[in-house]
């Protein structure tokens, strides 16, 4: 006898199996999601390490370069340049990395420029004129920015304070106090049209500027290091008194950066070098203050760190410790602006 299959069995048997693959699906998908999430957790987790591992080097390497400008001021009694041999910290240190990092070192002699808080009214006029500004113009930037520095309310002739501010369609009112970096002439009266675009970022005006003057207190133009358009805006030398400068720094074979370069180790060294000059500001040979940038690279990554110090101190000893401290202070330090710091290099 032949019997009749079981209909409600397969069904069942066909039902159970659905089930068992839905599931199957929902576990993989949301196996997939954890596994995605937990890479994307792990990559966090790893950047923080990574970013804190290589601050610490950039750190260990920012020590190396101070306790090298100390070394070098020691023997020469100060800094003028990068001639001197502190152009390279680790060879003069005699320091050697862990197979696979790489060190970067910059510096920037903010003393090749001239503090932008410490012109006057007359040096600032002038130095825009040098710019090729019109009168009318130079006269609006010159006490444009005095009244934007400067601690009273009492606005100059073509100047601005709150109330001029609160007239015009600039968002900000002056501070009343030195700037803190050259980006904020963007918020004062004049700045804005003529020395940035239409979208608010710098022209080159700003980056001939840039060139000239620093927010740092600097009151003496470092002659070993200032560049040719400071030179004539700011200290009135000549085009043959650059040049001549030029020539003597470049040493014998006439250029920068080879062995031969040479470097003004004293005042009288200028004056034989240039003879007389204008009426200007003061000309120096030394390094008042330096910015020091430290990128260091591994693994695909980078970190940078940079100070900015002021060398017109004398070496101390901690009472404490009695160890000797650098004759130097530090005036800022702060990472490379951005989140990803720690980036591909």
């Given at each position: 006898m032949r019997i009749a299959p079981n209909r409600s069995f397969n069904s069942k048997r066909g039902s159970i199996l659905l089930m068992v693959l839905v599931l199957?699906?929902?576990?993989?998908?949301?196996?997939?999601?954890?596994?995605?999430r937990a890479h994307v957790e792990v990559q966090g987790e790893g950047y923080y390490v990574e970013r804190t591992r290589l601050r610490l080097q950039a750190w260990s390497m920012l020590e190396v370069a101070v306790a090298v400008l100390a070394d070098v001021k020691t023997i020469d009694g100060a800094l003028f340049s990068p001639t001197q041999g502190w152009r390279d910290p680790l060879d003069y240190a005699q320091v050697e990395l862990p197979e696979g990092m790489n060190v970067i070192f910059e510096f920037l002699d903010e003393s090749a420029k001239?503090?932008?808080?410490?012109?006057?009214?007359?040096?600032?006029?002038?130095?825009?004129?040098?710019?090729?500004?019109?009168?009318?113009?130079?006269?609006?930037?010159?006490n444009s920015l005095l009244d934007w520095i400067d601690?009273?309310?009492?606005?100059?002739?073509?100047?601005?304070?709150?109330?001029?501010?609160?007239?015009?369609?600039?968002?900000?009112?002056?501070?009343?106090r030195?700037?803190?970096?050259?980006?904020?002439?963007?918020?004062?009266?004049?700045?804005?049209?003529?020395?940035?675009?239409?979208?608010?970022?710098?022209?080159?005006?700003?980056?001939?500027?840039?060139?000239?003057?620093?927010h740092h207190p600097v009151t003496a133009l470092n002659a070993n290091t200032a560049s040719p358009l400071a030179l004539e805006a700011l200290a009135g030398l000549n085009e043959i008194q650059v040049e001549t400068l030029n020539d003597?720094?470049?040493?014998?074979?006439?250029?920068?950066?080879?062995?031969?370069?040479?470097?003004?180790?004293?005042?009288?060294?200028i004056s034989d070098v240039l003879g007389e000059t204008e009426a200007g500001v003061p000309i120096s040979n030394?390094?008042?203050?330096?910015?020091?940038?430290?990128?260091?690279?591994?693994?695909?990554?980078?970190?940078s760190?940079?100070?900015?110090?002021?060398?017109?101190?004398?070496?101390?000893?901690?009472?404490e410790t009695g160890e000797l401290q650098y004759p130097f202070l530090f005036l800022e330090l702060r990472e490379e602006a951005g989140m990803d710091n720690v980036r591909p290099s």
């Open positions: 199957v699906i929902v576990v993989s998908y949301v196996l997939t999601k954890f596994i995605e001239l503090g932008i808080n410490e012109l006057d009214e007359g040096s600032l006029f002038l130095l825009f004129d040098h710019m090729e500004f019109e009168l009318d113009v130079s006269q609006t930037l010159t601690e009273n309310d009492e606005a100059r002739i073509d100047g601005g304070e709150s109330e001029e501010y609160s007239s015009s369609e600039m968002e900000m009112h002056p501070s009343n030195p700037l803190r970096s050259l980006s904020e002439l963007s918020s004062i009266i004049g700045f804005r049209e003529h020395f940035f675009d239409e979208f608010g970022f710098p022209n080159h005006y700003f980056s001939q500027l840039a060139e000239m003057l620093t003597y720094l470049a040493g014998i074979d006439r250029e920068i950066d080879t062995d031969d370069d040479n470097y003004f180790a004293t005042g009288g060294e030394q390094i008042s203050i330096l910015t020091i940038k430290v990128t260091v690279q591994e693994s695909g990554s980078a970190y760190l940079i100070g900015t110090i002021s060398t017109e101190g004398q070496p101390t000893e901690n009472s």
